[in-house]
């Protein structure tokens, strides 16, 4: 039976292919024994992520009994739900926790393998089917109990067809495996526009819908599925008549994009003489193959934590210097914008659980991410710091400070890079200039630019966790996801504000947040006097040929009054007429 469900479109195009649902039974989980005196917290930690799905379910009930909703639903909640609620689920995963002290998580698994395998000895299909609930019910459970690494299967991603993977959600650690697999798209029921998720389903050019709300419990196995990224729409089992315009229009994006290909040797200048330049985010240092391909100016923003993901040691000095120094002998002379560990928030590292953010942050998004984390653990940061400066002697670094806020972590930031340079000198290594910047991406930072003009060589606007904090709205929450909004007034009088400051102390300044990719706000950015833009590679073309169609003069002036505007929406309609 065909239907469709909508989501947030997080990652344009269109992708034909065959579900592949994130198996459950491989959530990692870790397996520790409580100590006596803790056993009664464990119970109670246990008993109330139970209450939090109960919650949850109790919600989606709601939701799923209102008039319109999908039929299939309101029965699959009830049954996790009941399934919830069963003293096989909700007691002895306790008993384990008392009798054997397992922590709750490991007594939860357990206690499914043991369900698990009695469903696959059941002759009756209707109960074998159960099974998968069984496991979706202690997902959610384990989810509540904390967020967990996921392995992705790399079985299925070797065959022939287009896989679409379909996932209650996705950390940006299962996603950047993505990278090393033939993805076709993915689709998540949670999530928002500018989650870590989403940013690297963009770096990755594959369509990509997150806020499904209810894809992953709807769809089965290897069901036939077109994801239209743009849209935000996922149309399971279509007909064949709608496979046929779907298939029309892949092939006309696809057209379009080899188009663009055109534009590549061509100069990125406005119709009045401005010269602007594009440079490419990356995440790991196979990225720059792509970057290269579209001719990209330099690498605007090399998000280094995803060299921490996906693995239980750190990488050390060499392992980094080696991956900085890939990085900059393909840019071949062209900058490359290092920014050290932004780790936290959406992002997390397995092999970092033990460090100073060993605990579970009440507000991860403001908690101790990024360069707090780092200035908390100097040794570690340290290593960071050599491995960019001993990269410096193989082409043009620049290092990039994430989420500083005060003049006194420029100057504990600072203090730390002079140690590194010493160090370094010490053992003799060769290095050359590197300037230092710093992420412009709190409010704070924005509205007190004085040390960062002083203390620092350049700026980059991280417009992703600009809005976040200017509006106080989780990056990462679909449930708030309509109020993430880049053209909110507030945050475009920051942005202007910064580069206008830069500006007139001859700083350099970019962008390197969503914001700069999407080719609908580059003629707003240019008429803010933005010159450096930094994005995805996929992306690069199509800003280049808005900027080579923008008279920069005219969009000033166009720009400047629309900054003195407070309706949204007024303003977001003389964007579209820019
Ligand atoms: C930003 O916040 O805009 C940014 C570029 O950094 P990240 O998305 O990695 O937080
Ligand atoms: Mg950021």
Not at 273 to 283: M, S, T
Not at 292 to 316: I, K, Q, S, Y
Not at 458 to 464: A, P, R, V
Request: aromatic fraction near 4%; glycine fraction near 6%.
């Amino acid at each position: 039976m065909t239907f469709s469900l909508h989501g947030q479109a997080v990652s344009a195009g269109i992708a034909i292919g065959r579900a592949h649902l994130i198996s459950n039974a491989i959530l990692e989980v870790a397996h520790y024994q409580v100590r006596e005196k803790d056993v009664e917290a464990e119970l109670a930690r246990f008993e109330h992520a139970r209450q939090v799905i109960a919650g949850e379910l109790a919600n989606l009930h709601e939701e799923a009994s209102a008039p319109g909703a999908p039929t299939e639903l309101a029965a699959f909640v009830e049954v996790h739900a009941m399934l919830l609620a069963d003293p096989l689920l909700a007691e002895t995963p306790k008993q384990l926790i008392r009798e054997r002290r397992c922590n709750a998580e490991w007594a939860l698994v357990q206690q499914m393998e043991t369900l698990v395998a009695q469903f696959d000895e059941m002759d009756d299909s209707y109960l074998r089917e159960r099974r998968s609930d069984v496991v979706q019910v202690v997902e959610r459970v384990l989810k509540a109990l904390q967020g967990k690494a996921r392995r992705i299967s790399r079985r299925k991603a070797a065959s022939e067809d287009e896989l679409i993977v379909v996932a209650n959600d996705l950390s940006p650690a299962d996603t950047i495996q993505f990278k090393n697999l033939k993805i076709g798209g993915f689709v998540t029921d949670l999530g928002g526009s500018t989650s870590h998720t989403a940013i690297v389903a963009r770096s990755l050019a594959i369509p990509a819908v997150v806020g499904m709300q209810h894809a992953r419990p709807l769809i089965q196995d290897d069901d036939l599925l077109i994801l239209d990224g743009t849209r935000g729409v996922l149309i399971v089992d279509p007909d064949p008549g709608v496979l046929r315009e779907y298939r029309l229009r892949r092939t006309e994006l696809e057209l379009d994009r080899s188009k663009l290909k055109r534009l590549i040797g061509s100069r990125s200048r406005t119709l009045d003489g401005e010269d602007v330049e594009l440079h490419a985010n990356i995440e790991l240092p196979q990225d720059t193959e792509r970057a290269r391909e579209v001719g990209a100016d330099g690498v605007g923003l090399f998000r280094t934590e995803f060299l921490f993901m996906n693995r239980d040691e750190l990488p050390g000095e060499e392992e980094q210097f080696e991956a900085y120094r890939a990085v900059v002998k393909a840019m071949n002379g062209k900058p490359v914008t290092i920014r050290t560990l932004d780790i936290g928030a959406d992002k997390e590292a397995r092999a970092l659980r033990t460090r100073a953010g060993n605990r579970v942050s009440p507000n991860p998004a403001l908690g101790l991410r990024a360069i707090r984390f780092c200035l908390a653990e100097p040794q570690l940061f340290l290593v960071q710091l050599r491995a960019i400066l001993r990269a410096s002697h193989f082409g043009k670094v620049r290092l990039l400070i994430p989420m500083l806020a005060h003049a006194h972590e420029i100057e504990q930031t600072l203090s730390l890079i002079e140690l590194a340079r010493l160090q370094l000198a010490d053992a003799r290594q060769k290095l050359s200039r590197v300037d230092v910047g710093g992420m412009i991406e709190i409010p704070a930072a924005a509205l007190a630019l004085g040390p960062f003009l002083r203390k620092l060589d350049f700026l980059s606007i991280g417009t992703n966790d600009l809005i976040q904090y200017t509006l106080a709205i989780d990056r990462t929450d679909d449930a708030v996801a309509h109020l993430y909004d880049p053209l909110h007034p507030a945050v475009l009088r920051l942005m202007a504000q910064t580069i206008q400051s830069a500006q007139r102390a001859l700083m350099p300044v970019a962008v390197c947040g969503e914001m700069a990719g999407d080719p609908k706000l580059t003629k707003l950015l240019l008429g803010m006097g933005l010159r450096q833009f930094s994005m995805h590679p996929s992306q690069l073309l199509e800003v280049k040929q808005q900027v080579m169609m923008s008279d920069s003069a005219q969009l000033a002036l166009r720009v400047a009054k629309m900054l003195k505007l407070d309706e949204r929406d007024k303003i977001a309609e003389l964007v579209e007429k820019l």
